[in-house]
């Protein structure tokens, strides 16, 4: 089962995404904070992340920079209710995957993160038949 962790600083916002990814099979654990995301990240392994662009007084783009530290082809899902087109941009060129507002449109977050996860998995089975074929 593919493996998401959100992060938001709002509990409603995680408990709308929990129930969302959960009742379309994905196995969900959710963090209101950054610390907290760490901490699931050498806890668990993720095959996604969809993480809010503010978080208190932290910036979900820097924490998705430290979670591409650990996991470096981690999809993340940059979701804001402040978007603008130079913080999508900014997003985007440090590695977020997508850029969704909030209000998100459920169906388009759900097609976000299937597709992520999808393009993850298709990397990391490269990244294997490239190892395959060295040896």
């Not at 993720?46 to 996991?71: P, Q, S, W, Y």
């Amino acid at each position: 089962m593919d493996r998401v962790l959100i992060v938001d600083d709002d509990a409603s916002i995680l408990r709308v995404l929990r129930m969302r990814l959960e009742s379309e099979n994905y196995t969900v654990s959710a963090a209101s904070c950054s610390e907290e995301a760490q901490e699931r990240m050498t806890e668990e392994t993720f095959d996604l992340a969809i993480v809010d662009l503010k978080l208190g007084e932290d910036c979900g783009i820097e924490l998705m920079k430290r979670l591409h530290r650990t996991v470096p082809k981690l999809p993340v899902i940059i979701l804001t209710a402040y978007g603008s087109i130079e913080s999508a941009m900014k997003a985007m060129r440090d590695g977020a995957y997508c850029y969704s507002t909030k209000p998100f449109d459920n169906r388009e977050l759900l097609v976000q993160v299937r597709n992520g996860i999808e393009e993850s998995k298709r990397s990391n089975e490269d990244g294997q038949l490239q190892s395959m074929v060295r040896k």
